[in-house]
């Protein structure tokens, strides 16, 4: 089992300790965005006049909406992983169809080529008895 992080964080001009399994990179880096959303929100004409509690619910709001957005985008993402592995493997197969396929025709061209080499060989004797005939 992990052992328990504790790290103190600045989050909205207060110093803060997180606690948590996670590493203390990973704290600050929660710290850092929960800081940029803040930063964002005050750039909104009107975020500072609000109360806290309506700053509080709006920043709560945007993180959902982070949270829900990426959520989704990880939803399509593997559908499309889904979708190319899909591919990939039908790809795979006709690749391998194709490679059976001209096996085959390797093999059948072959056999024809003996084939064609015998009527050859055939042909020579048949000319050959009849310029003998002719003698």
């Known amino acids: 089992m992990a052992s328990k992080t504790d790290v103190q964080v600045l989050l909205g001009g207060k110093v803060y ?14 710290a ?7 930063s964002e929100l005050n750039q909104l004409p009107g975020y500072k006049r609000m109360g806290s509690d309506m700053q509080k619910t709006l920043l709560e709001l945007n993180m959902a909406d982070d949270y ?6 990880i939803g399509d993402l593997e559908a499309d992983l889904e979708d190319k592995d899909k591919a990939e493997y039908d790809l795979k197969h006709e ?7 001209l096996e085959e025709s390797t093999k059948t061209i072959d056999r024809l080529k003996e084939e064609i080499n015998e009527l050859q060989k055939q042909i020579v004797k048949l000319e050959a008895r009849g310029y003998q005939q002719k003698s």
């Open 95 to 101: 690749l391998i169809s194709a490679q059976i396929q």
């Open 68 to 73: 829900y957005k990426a959520r989704k985008r």
């Open 32 to 38: 850092l965005y929960i800081n940029n959303k803040m």
């Open 17 to 30: 300790t997180l606690s948590g399994y996670e590493s203390e990179e990973y704290l600050q880096k929660i």
